[in-house]
């Protein structure tokens, strides 16, 4: 483990000495003013252009003082051309980079302002699919052209950092414990079953995904690996403009988008509207081997599934600008949704000589409906003072959930022969109310070198979920089985405040903040029996502190540590035994406490003309880690229920990078490598366990010609320790195809797992209670999709407007972005 953490440091410091010798020394610089008032002004596109061919070559955006550097030139000779809305475009010719003259200064430039829109500098260069900086990565949903048409899940599988497990769970850095926001915020939508919600939302509604792996105090610090968020589609544009979509597909793959917008000077109106139809069909085996005494019993288990989506979803909003400072946001989001899941199976057991002595098999089907709905109203509040802002939020969600299952199971015993059928129907109904109160406020220091943030959050949360289960055997009636049938109540209330220091010296940048939370949790199992409670209340500090140096005007050198907690959901929590699988049961754990991480991380990031390099080198500790943990009951069934172990730790390298070959073709790989180790419990009967594992992937980006886009995406997942065995390799590819008949119209393609190989393999060696036993599983999360779309834009295609630039804003999530004195 030593040895893996000094040979990743060594790789790390050696790649940016490296690159500290292979930068190129050009530079042309400058500030921008207000012709009028001479203030500076702040994020104004600057973009260089080669003379010779006019093809760009690098494009930066002012700062807070409305200064620029663009550096890493060659030499040559250059033209700048400088645009920002609501002042007339500014273009400088004879740039000329030379031996002579590295730096090129081209002093004050002032801007006039115009009453008229300007025009967009079109940079006729492959967009870029992947945004990359030292603490978030921005993925943007609509150049990624293998998930068109697809899910959220589809989509989120081709982040860097990310991956979705078999039942659509998603992992970051290899972890499950993962906070996913919606527009920066808690949601009905990513309560309860967050993998069923997001295989149900449109990939064609989401605007982009960032994800931060580190973040500082001014965040949630729930989610032990860091912060996904889902950031849904809004219209920037001004004028009325819109775009449709449609797409269909095999499996009744079928999916459709329209957003609308008008926008004025003082309104922004805006809607989405996504509908969804697909099918996901699966399979899979378990073979197990039981040890009792000097016997060995073998299980041979053998399942297929499919399951049906319909989803419709719709996002709504207006945006006020009240006073020239003051923005009011009105927003709201509502996915209704059904799945329906038929599910065929059946068990083999075999005695010590391999003679079938046992047979069951299972014809489910489960039908599920849910609605969400999220509404928001937002206060953004500028200042005289650059930068200084004050944002507020009040937010309401909620979700109903109805589901319901219908379990036949035959029964079929050899020793001695006989045969039995049993019925079970489950009615399962879940309601969630979510309620946010915050407000933010950021002050800058006058030098415009640092600044100070405060805030406070409310959330509380209140989930209701009733369970209740009819049994029948053969012929017989169905009656209420009061032994399954329960509600449990979950009630979650948690208050924040928090503050950041931010400075920059020189080079030398700091951030130090600090969370103080109170957390109080309560829940409740009511049954035939009893009402079982359980109160968990704690009190905790999160510090974080960022230090970063930049090394060069390209290249960046960040080390963070921060604090993060993952509390358990309602289903880990409910000490119901859930016997709907008669071979599985599940269990929850009413007393498993909040896992404590700390987390540490030391980020690289550079930038050349052609190369974008981000790598990161982390190290969590997990206290009071929690795993699931599976018990063999007798020679068939077992029961698998969430404990705390002590710890487990995770320390890995992660390399991205992003090479433009040429305007015709990019490249984006992503390669992580961690040592996971988790710790050994005596009272558990586990062992400790630990090793290595990987995952990549490479996605690449071709223009054959001008109006033609291909991607193809290559994924691996190596073999990785879980708490009782091992996961095994998984790997698959993607492609599609995009074609520009016009400006506003296009058709593409695509094909999710090309050679249908992503397999999700695990093995576990259980040698807790008087059964041990062995085992073998495979399953498929779903065959492959062949799917083909076509879209059109319509209306004004003017740029986006200034007071919408703030749009991905995370209210009290911050942006979601680097903090300005860490960049």
Known sequence: MRMLIKGIVSILLLTATTNLYAQQTGSVTGVLTDAETNKPVEFATVGLFDKATNQ????????????????????????VRITFVSYASFTKDSIIISAAQKVFNLGTIKLARTNSLLKEVVVKAQPNTIQLGVDKKTFSVDQSLVSQGGSATDLLSNVPSVQVDVDGNVNLRGSSNVRVLINGKQSALTGGSVSDILQSLPASSIENIEVITNPSSKYDPEGQSGIINIILKKNARVGFNGQ????????????????????????NLYTNYSYRHGKRVGNGYTNRQTFIGAD??????????????????????????????????????????????????ATDLFGQSRTLTQQTVQNNVSNGSGTNFDINLDLDQKFKRKGEQLTANLGYSRGDEDNYDYLNTAYRYYEPVSARNFLQNNYNKEKENNWNIQADYVLPFADNKGRFEAGYRSTIAKNDNDY???TAFTQGMFQRDLSQTNRFLYKEYIHAVYANYQRQFGKFGIQAGVRLEDANIRTSLQDSAATVRNNQDYFRVYPSIFLSQKLTDAQTLQLSYTRRVSRPRERQLSPFLDRSDPLNYQQGNPTLRPEDTHSFELSYINYWKALTLTSSLYYRLTNQNFQRISVALDSSRTLTRFENVNSARNAGYELIAKWNFSQAFDV?????????????DADLGLRETSGYAWNANITGNI??????????????????????????????????????????LNISGNVRDVFNTRRFRSEINNLIGPYPYYQESSRRFSMRVISFSIGYRFGSTGRKSENNKKQNRDQNQGDVQPDEGMR
Do not use: C
Not at 244 to 265: H, I, S
Not at 668 to 680: A, F, H, L, P, S
Not at 714 to 724: E, L, M, S, T
């Open 56 to 79: 760009p070559v690098k494009g930066v955006q002012t700062g807070l003082d409305g200064k620029f550097a663009i550096n890493g030139l060659a030499d040559g000779s250059y033209q």
């Open 244 to 267: 449709a979509a449609f797409t269909a597909g095999n499996y009744d793959t079928y999916n459709g988008n329209l957003n609308l917008g008008y926008q004025t000077e003082k309104f």
């Open 296 to 345: 060995t019993l073998f299980q041979n288990q053998t399942q297929d599934q499919s399951f049906v989506f319909d989803s419709h979803n719709i996002r709504a909003g207006i945006d006020w600008n009240a006073a020239e400072k003051t923005t009011i946001s009105l927003s709201g989001n509502v996915n209704t949704r059904k799945r329906d899941r038929f599910q065929t199976g």
């Open 468 to 470: 209740l289960v009819d």
């Open 668 to 680: 984006t790989g992503n390669v992580n490598v961690y040592y996971r180790q988790i710790d050994g």
């Open 703 to 744: 223009k054959p010609i001008k109006k033609v886009g291909v991607q193809l995406r290559y994924d691996y997942q190596g073999p990785q320790v879980i708490a009782q065995g091992k996961m095994k390799a998984m790997y698959g590819l993607d492609a599609g195809i995009k074609y520009d008949i016009t400006d506003k």
